[in-house]
């Protein structure tokens, strides 16, 4: 649509300057009083001035981001392309705003369906409110073209359940859970839990630190059972799990013991 709309454009916009100095080089002065300004000055005008102002706006509405925060889905080239998990390194104003709105540069590590790590980068506009949640650590989905990873865009798709099986084989991958955990939290009863008490080891992987947490379930008909759980969270989370805390937890009851904590990423 992007391609298309610029190239209607940039059609129009040498039509209109290519009709007006064809009909000033052309033009034929009608008598003794006509100098030939009317070559130049005249309706045929209309055209450039209309392109002046159209061609530039086309260009400007369908740069990066900016289409994607009108129409509210992902481009062309990118809305079939591989999910990855991006998690935010940096990111900056570019000077550009769409109705007050800025346009930020965000530069991501994206960790693609295959597990191999890239630096690439995204334009998107941000509402104002929103600005202060794109935070370095923060991790969001996004949709990248294997032949092209220096570019990415935030996934648009609402496609949660592809956003999720994305985070879930990272997951597997580094170690921080596995499929029988997974099926747990998908399949297990919902219930709450109080932390009793925490330990930390002492061991990392891939920057996230092993806790170990007593627990205190509480089933659905009020009574209570005691299990402890092992889980690899990131440094900033670790407070979240703090004794005395409140957790959503699920499990199967047939194993009570086998407890998945659930936890937002980016909460």
Same mark, same amino acid.
């Given at each position: 649509m992007?391609?298309?709309?610029r190239s209607?454009?940039?059609?129009?916009?040498?039509?209109?300057?290519?009709?007006?100095?064809? $009909?000033?080089?052309?033009?034929?002065?009608?008598? !003794?009083?006509d100098?030939?300004?009317l070559?130049w +000055?005249?309706?045929? &005008?209309?055209?450039?001035?209309?392109?002046?102002?159209?061609?530039?706006l086309?260009? !400007?509405?369908t740069?990066?981001?900016?289409?994607?925060?009108?129409?509210? @889905?992902n481009?062309?080239?990118?809305?079939?392309?591989?999910?990855g998990?991006?998690?935010?390194?940096s990111?900056?104003?570019?000077g550009? @705003?769409?109705?007050?709105?800025?346009?930020?540069?965000?530069?991501?590590?994206?960790?693609?369906?295959?597990?191999?790590?890239?630096?690439? !980068? !995204?334009?998107?506009?941000?509402?104002?409110?929103?600005?202060a949640l794109?935070q370095p650590?923060?991790?969001?989905?996004?949709?990248?073209?294997?032949?092209?990873?220096d570019?990415?865009?935030?996934?648009?798709?609402?496609?949660?359940?592809?956003?999720?099986?994305? &985070?879930?084989? @990272? &997951?597997?991958?580094k170690g921080?859970?596995?499929?029988?955990?997974?099926d747990? %939290? %998908?399949?297990g009863?919902? %219930?709450?839990?109080?932390?009793? @008490?925490l %330990?930390?080891?002492?061991?990392?992987?891939?920057? $996230?630190?092993?806790?170990?947490?007593?627990?205190?379930v509480?089933?659905?008909?009020?009574?209570?059972?005691?299990?402890? +759980?092992?889980?690899?969270?990131?440094?900033?989370s670790?407070?979240?799990?703090q +004794?005395g805390?409140?957790?959503?937890v $699920?499990?199967?009851?047939?194993n009570?013991?086998?407890?998945?904590?659930?936890?937002?990423?980016?909460?």
């Open positions: 992007k391609t298309i709309a209607l454009a940039t059609a129009f916009g040498a039509f209109s300057v290519g009709f007006y100095l064809w $009909h000033g080089l052309t033009y034929v002065p009608s008598g !003794a009083y100098d030939g300004m070559a +000055v005249g309706p045929q &005008m209309a055209l450039p001035i209309i392109a002046l102002t159209v061609v530039p086309v260009f !400007a509405f740069g990066e981001g900016i289409l994607e925060a009108f129409t509210g @889905s481009s062309s080239s990118f809305r079939n392309g591989l999910v998990i991006g998690t935010i390194k990111f900056r104003q570019t550009l @705003s769409v109705n007050d709105q800025p346009q930020v540069r965000v530069e991501f590590s994206v960790e693609g369906v295959d597990g191999k790590i890239f630096d690439s !980068a !995204a334009k998107l506009i941000v509402p104002l409110t929103e600005l794109l650590g923060v991790v969001l989905p996004v949709r990248y073209l294997p032949g092209r990873t570019k990415v865009e935030v996934d648009r798709s609402g496609d949660t359940s592809a956003a999720q099986q994305a &985070m879930n084989e @990272s &997951m597997i991958r921080f859970t596995t499929k029988d955990k997974l747990i %939290a %998908a399949r009863i919902t %219930a709450q839990a109080v932390v009793q @008490s %330990a930390v080891p002492g061991e990392i992987r891939n920057g $996230h630190s092993k806790i170990e947490l007593g627990l205190v509480t089933r659905p008909d009020g009574t209570t059972f005691a299990t402890r +759980v092992e889980k690899f969270l990131p440094p900033a670790v407070a979240r799990v +004794v805390r409140i957790l959503q $699920h499990y199967l009851p047939e009570e013991q086998e407890v998945v904590i659930a936890l937002q990423v980016n909460a």
